[in-house]
């Protein structure tokens, strides 16, 4: 029998995660599908659980001049109905799953979980957002676009717990995101695309672009986009963007119908915008 | 171990675990069965109970975030006048066929009731993303929907 | 009440309030709860099953356990358990017994199988040998083979697997007390569990009980399958004598039950001065690893042809391959949806090689009253497919669509028959229904018939008929679900046939009973099917009327295909349906709706692949059905042309609105993209693949 621990503080839950080798239990919606088991019986979890849902210090949606910060127990519906957060973030936590499943999953639950197909991820590299990771011992910060390392991959320490993400503010002035799925809504994606523009009179500042679901993480190269910003040469940023490419056929779509269409909108979306 | 909750209103101890699914403990613990499980992944809509006001997928919240709080299913959502006026459209309309998924639509109609002041058609349409019927090609439930818009707002 | 009365459904409020019981919501104190222990390989023995000791809470159930090892279906061929030889990764080898699940998972947890692998057949094209072949037919028609024609217009149609994905999985709980075997759960055909049971248990037909419970969706799922379910099932609860419940969980549904055949058909169209000569057209089948129904759907695939079209010279060829694939079985349609895309999609495509319009191109073949079918069979009903062309330009604004049509637009058309009830002399030679109503002393009639309620309206429809008939409010009819201890055989609730069919007997039965509703007494009036003398079919040459009577549709489809991302919207949807006369216009209006919706799944959206014979899509997350917001704005309106044999006119409805979505979706997305598709569902993915060529 595993055991399932439910403590009312982060502090006891850093402990526990420090004591005993255990799943960390956000919001479940992706964990309860890969633990399926036969109804009225209980999930096949092969580690004891440790539920941080209740903790109300991972429950707090904060903005402030240089940043934002989201609590890693937030749920996506939070993220969507708050009016002070930017639409760029909030469009895809809102084409997310169906309203049910946005009250019940979280912010830090679509990072650490790290499927190729969580949404959140090309918002978040393409926001240069950070992880903040907590044990014990302390508070280490990186890169989501780090932390993530591949399919169900992170970075995450066995004696830590992802407690928030930090957001800095920047000034994008133009935004575009596209998700396609199998089906209009509640679906997950085949591929998805962000791309943010910072624009001064006219001229491109500043752009980042993340593709979603192509590779086994979401794609963003910084260089490519500086590149990019100096030159102006679309063909040239999709040519080094596809040569990121790296996915594979699999049963929700084609690697060619990834990598041709998500090319496309972004070359799409510049030649009309940038 | 024991989990104390709030079920339709009563105040309730489960006999069960963190782990368990709300579901599960719905149906077989208190013979909640209108409360149904279709896919059980959360894509489906038929197993949908408000916990805490908040519409969820019951085959994907554990008891751990069930203690202390408020849930109600379409047994006691059905209870309320609002109920009657749903029932009523959909009856009227002929948005039933199998009935399996109904009980989750009904519960999702409320939440949009609830959660939304303007109902245009997106609106309406993202608010039963959730739910899938696989009988009726959804026009008649829509109709109902609009039904009930027209009657509990204007 | 009278037939044109608007009514609600009688069995509305407890599902809406979900105070409706299906199999899951049954409580029961002590249960045994089964899972079913199968095959991880595709092809070849089991050599050895070790079973954890020291369970003595669990018991296992198998092929050593019931009296005959067969599942009668149409033949015997599948095995309740099998005893060692496997053909399709799923296959059932045992059932394990507990009452604490988590007793069962943990002793499943340590079975050992111990195989000898052979390798399996996964394509119909890797079908060489005699025994990979079920059945083979062939039907003529003037003479294919001696025409003086121009050329040969020639293409290949394909379709996937599609699921039936009803919202209730499969279910059943058995039980056996005072030597009385009895079967409860989700179902289609009481009656064929129950002759399934009688072969599969020795017991005789008076221990046998079998009850349908609320079900929640079936569309074919619950026709065949569930006498597999029962038998196994029958086998435990004779083991243990005690209750035993077996729900499957949805992945495992889906997984392992059946599914839509996936199919070919090669057209080849003989043309002289731009007319069709003739047509030669092998139509082909997967039916996975047993036989199952995959005989009698090869039929109405087969039967259905030449759709709504007189073509003097024909030849149909079909064949059905045994595969190591999961075994495919009815699905709402049964054969039609396959080869009806195929014909429609030639026909649009040889109205795009003579520039012409898709409707004024097919109104040159229709069938008429009098015409001779492809089988040959006299078209005796009046058939209006040129009324309901124009009806169907009246409705969709056609001209108007075509003048207005934009950039990455298109707009497809469909025409297609259904047959209702059983093939040829199926109701006659076969099934041989029989129903009874029965007034009671309080005047309440009852309908008893073995035609279950499973989503489609079929307590309302025929409660419905009867109450019109007798003139009495519908609160005076009782119409239970069906237990074969109570009711008549009137057949499986299948083919389309309940409310031309089975309603038939009742309206026939009712006009019987009516000058005798004022007798205080209990009245039960019986009624037998009675073949209609001008149906006259032999079964070996596949030649005379295939069905009783056709029902048609007529849609037209308008799609929208992104230039960037070539995801599909299908916008509109007009329909025009010859159903004879709607019993109940609202339920209809349901059917078409929910036909549509199958139909647009099975068109572009519901793609369902195997690799080495374990299908990929397997939940709702990668199976993709529609929502709401997929749905199309639809505008539909049916034709009244009265049958003779029906219930107030009525024919066939249920499966007739699924047959010509995909078609017309399929055509109007050709239109939008200029690309040849001949292979559904059209995804995205093949419509870059068809732009990068």
Redesign the interface.
């Known amino acids: 029998m595993?055991q399932?621990y439910?403590p009312e503080t982060l502090k006891e839950a850093l402990q526990i995660r420090n004591q005993i080798d255990c799943t960390v239990?956000a919001?479940?919606?992706d964990l309860?599908?890969r633990k399926?088991?036969?109804?009225?019986?209980?999930?096949?979890?092969d580690n004891d659980?440790l539920?941080i849902?209740?903790l109300s210090e991972l429950r707090k949606i904060e903005v402030s001049d240089e940043e934002i910060i989201l609590g890693a127990c937030v749920t996506q519906?939070e993220i969507e109905g708050d009016a002070y957060l930017p639409e760029f973030l909030r469009m895809p936590y809102r084409l997310m799953?169906?309203?049910?499943?946005r009250?019940?999953a979280t912010v830090g639950g679509n990072i650490v979980n790290a499927a190729q197909v969580a949404d959140s991820l090309p918002v978040l590299f393409a926001l240069d957002s950070q992880v903040v990771l907590q044990s014990i011992h302390g508070e280490r910060k990186m890169p989501t676009m780090d932390f993530v390392i591949g399919k169900y991959k992170t970075g995450i320490q066995t004696n830590e717990i992802l407690t928030h993400v930090m957001i800095p503010k920047k000034n994008w002035t133009d935004f575009y995101y596209?998700k396609?799925?199998?089906?209009?809504?509640?679906?997950?994606s085949k591929l998805s695309v962000i791309v943010l523009l910072e624009k001064k009179n006219d001229d491109l500042t500043n752009l980042a672009i993340s593709i979603g679901c192509v590779n086994e993480k979401p794609i963003r190269d910084h260089e490519i986009e500086q590149g990019f910003l100096e030159s102006g040469a679309i063909n040239q940023l999709i040519d080094q963007l596809y040569d990121k490419m790296e996915g594979q056929n699999d049963?929700?779509?084609?690697k060619?119908?990834r990598e041709?269409?998500s090319l496309?909108?972004i070359k799409?979306y510049l030649e009309k915008n940038s | 171990m024991k989990i104390p909750f709030q079920l339709n209103g009563e105040p309730v101890v489960a006999e069960t675990?963190?782990?368990?699914?709300l579901l599960?403990v719905v149906?077989?613990e208190f013979g909640l069965t209108g409360t149904k499980?279709g896919c059980?992944?959360?894509?489906c809509?038929a197993c949908?109970v408000f916990?805490d006001n908040?519409?969820?997928?019951s085959?994907?919240?554990?008891m751990?975030?069930v203690?202390g709080k408020k849930v109600e299913t379409i047994e006691g959502f059905a209870k309320s006048e609002r109920y009657q006026v749903i029932e009523q459209a959909f009856q009227n309309h002929g948005a039933v066929q199998c009935g399996f998924c109904i009980p989750g639509m009904i519960m999702?109609v409320e939440?949009l009731l609830r959660?939304q002041t303007v109902f245009t058609e997106e609106i309406i349409?993202?608010?039963m993303?959730?739910?899938i019927c696989r009988c009726t090609g959804y026009q008649l439930i829509y109709d109902a929907i609009k039904t009930v818009i027209q009657e509990v707002v204007e | 009440m009278n037939i044109h009365d608007k009514i609600n459904r009688v069995d509305g409020i407890s599902k809406i309030n979900g105070s409706a019981k299906y199999i899951?919501d049954i409580h029961l104190d002590e249960v045994f709860?089964a899972?079913t222990l199968r095959s991880g390989i595709a092809k070849g023995r089991v050599k050895s099953i070790d079973y954890p000791v020291d369970y003595e809470d669990i018991i296992v159930v198998d092929s050593h356990d019931i009296h005959k090892n067969e599942v009668l279906m149409i033949t015997t061929d599948m095995p309740v358990f099998t005893p060692s030889e496997v053909t399709y990764v799923g296959e059932p080898l045992s059932l394990i017994l507990g009452k604490d699940?988590?007793r069962?998972?943990e002793f499943m947890n340590q079975i050992k199988i111990v195989y000898e692998e052979d390798e399996g057949i996964f394509a119909m094209d890797a079908c060489t040998k005699a025994e990979d072949i079920f059945s083979e037919y062939v039907y003529e028609k003037g003479n294919i083979h001696e025409l003086e024609y121009d050329e040969i217009f020639e293409k290949v149609y394909e379709t996937g697997y599609q699921e039936q994905l009803y919202m209730e999985k499969q279910g059943m709980i058995a039980s056996y007390d005072d030597h009385i075997l009895t079967i409860q759960g989700s179902m289609q055909c009481p009656y064929y569990i129950k002759n399934a049971l009688i072969h599969a248990t020795g017991l005789p037909d008076h221990r046998i009980r079998v009850i349908q419970t609320t079900t929640g969706g079936a569309f074919g799922g619950k026709e065949e399958y569930p006498s597999l379910l029962a038998c196994q099932l029958a086998a435990a609860a004779m083991k243990v004598r005690q209750t035993v419940s077996l729900?499957f969980?949805r992945?495992e549904d889906i997984l392992t039950t059946t599914k839509r055949h996936p199919s070919r058909t090669t057209i080849k169209s003989y043309l002289k001065d731009d007319k069709i000569l003739g047509m030669d057209i092998l139509y082909e089948i997967d039916g996975g690893s047993y036989r199952g129904l995959t005989d009698v759907v090869l039929q109405r695939g087969l039967l259905t042809l030449t759709g709504c079209y007189k073509i003097d010279h024909v030849q149909v060829k079909g064949k059905a391959y045994r595969t190591n694939n999961i075994f495919s079985g009815a699905f709402r349609g049964f054969g039609a949806p396959q080869s009806m895309f195929a014909l429609e999609q030639h026909m649009n495509q040889l109205a795009k090689k003579f520039k012409e319009d898709p409707i004024s191109y097919r109104r040159k073949y229709f069938v008429q009253q009098g015409d001779l079918s492809a089988t040959s069979g006299v078209f005796h009903e009046k058939i209006l497919l040129n009324q309901m062309a124009d009806a169907l330009i009246r409705l969709s604004e056609y001209d108007d669509l075509l003048a207005k049509k934009e950039k990455n637009m298109g707009i497809g058309v469909s025409f297609v028959p259904h047959g209702g009830g059983f093939t040829g002399d199926g109701e006659a030679a076969h099934i041989k229904a029989q129903v009874k109503l029965k007034k009671d002393t309080l005047n309440r009639v009852h309908l008893l018939v073995s035609t279950v309620e499973m989503g489609q309206g079929a307590k309302t429809v025929l409660s419905k008929i009867v109450a019109s008939t007798l003139e009495i409010p519908i609160e005076q009819i009782v119409y239970d679900d069906p237990d074969t201890f109570k009711v008549p055989d009137s057949g499986p609730t299948v083919a389309s046939r309940t409310t031309m069919v089975v309603g038939g007997l009742l309206y026939k039965a009712a006009l019987e009973l009516k000058p005798l509703m004022n007798n205080p007494a209990e009245i039960v009036i019986t009624k037998n099917y009675v073949h209609p003398e001008e149906i006259v079919w032999n079964q070996k040459s596949l030649k005379g009327n295939a069905y009783l009577a056709y029902s048609w549709s007529a849609v037209v489809a308008v799609v929208y295909v992104d230039p960037?991302?070539?995801?599909i919207?299908c916008q509109k949807l007009y329909g025009i349906y010859d159903v004879g006369v709607p019993v109940d216009e609202k339920t209809l209006l349901g059917q078409v709706h929910g036909g549509v919706a199958q139909g647009l799944g099975y068109g572009m959206?519901e793609?369902m692949?195997s690799e080495q014979g374990i299908l990929?899509?397997n939940s709702f997350?990668?199976y993709?059905?529609?929502?709401m917001?997929?749905m199309p704005k639809m505008e539909v309106d049916w034709i009244f042309n009265p049958y003779r044999e029906g219930p107030y006119g009525a024919k066939a409805a249920g499966e007739l609105t699924l047959v010509g979505v995909a078609p017309a979706i399929a055509a109007a997305v050709e239109d939008a993209t200029g690309f040849d598709l001949c292979r559904l569902p059209i995804?995205?993915?093949d419509l870059?693949?068809e732009a990068?060529k």
């Open positions: 595993i399932s439910r239990f919001g479940g919606t309860y599908i399926r088991q036969w109804q009225g019986a209980e999930r096949r979890f659980l539920f849902h209740q519906s799953g169906n309203p049910a499943i009250n019940t596209r396609i799925g199998s089906r209009k809504q509640n679906i997950l049963k929700r779509s084609s060619a119908y041709i269409t496309k909108l799409d | 675990t963190y782990s368990m699914r599960d149906r077989n499980e059980s992944e959360g894509e809509g949908l916990l908040k519409l969820v997928n085959c994907m919240v554990p751990s975030h203690v999702a939440n959660t349409k993202e608010s993303s959730g739910n | 899951e709860h899972r699940k988590h069962v998972i729900i969980d992945r960037i991302t070539w995801e919207d959206m793609k692949e990929q899509h997350s990668s993709a059905v529609p929502v917001a997929d995804m995205p993915e870059v693949k990068e």
